[in-house]
């Protein structure tokens, strides 16, 4: 019992260390879309990057989600 309360404390301090490092990653990017915008209203080619970005890394399996 003792193990296995010792792996579910590694894996949770693992994830919130992850979840500290994503957190960190998305408010710059947020901060650097909404400052990148202009007047027209229109999406800039600096937001399209970010958006783009943001893709690629929400890209869930779904396996994932069902496990």
Excluded: P
Aim: charged share 35%; proline share 0%.
């Amino acid at each position: 019992m003792s193990m296995y309360l010792k792996i579910i404390r590694q894996r949770l301090r693992k994830k919130r260390e992850t979840n500290i490092k994503f957190k960190e990653e998305y408010e710059s990017l947020l901060v650097e879309y909404l400052y990148s915008g202009d007047d027209s209203g229109k999406i800039t080619e600096a937001q399209n990057t970010i958006i783009e970005s943001l893709k690629d890394s929400v890209k869930i399996d779904s396996k994932t989600i069902a496990s």
